[in-house]
C-alpha cells in the first residue's frame, strides 16, 4: 500500500506494518503552496479547501509561527 495521507490524520496502522516513512515537512515561511497553485486550481475548478489547512508563516492569511509550530505536532 502506498500513502500519501496527511500525517495529522492517519488511519491506523498496524504494528510492525510499515517497511518505509518519506516526509515532507511545512516549510514554514519559504514556500507558499496555495498562492502558487491558486490560478490553476481555480482553472481547473479543485476544491482548494485544503489551503485552510496549510501548515505556513503567513500574516496576511493570519497564520503565524506559533499556528506554524502547533500544526507540526502530531499527537
Known amino acids: 500500500m502506498i500513502s500519501t495521507e496527511d500525517a ?3 488511519a491506523a496502522i498496524p504494528d510492525e506494518s510499515v517497511d518505509y516513512v518519506f516526509t515532507d515537512p511545512p ?3 519559504r514556500i507558499q503552496y496555495a ?3 491558486f490560478i490553476i486550481e481555480s482553472w481547473l475548478r479543485l476544491d482548494t479547501r485544503w489551503q485552510q489547512d496549510e501548515i505556513i508563516v503567513n500574516s496576511t492569511r493570519s497564520f503565524s509561527e506559533e499556528t506554524w509550530d502547533n500544526g507540526c505536532e502530531i499527537l
Open 8 to 10: 495529522r490524520h492517519l
Open 27 to 29: 516549510y514554514g515561511y
Open 35 to 37: 498562492e502558487m497553485n
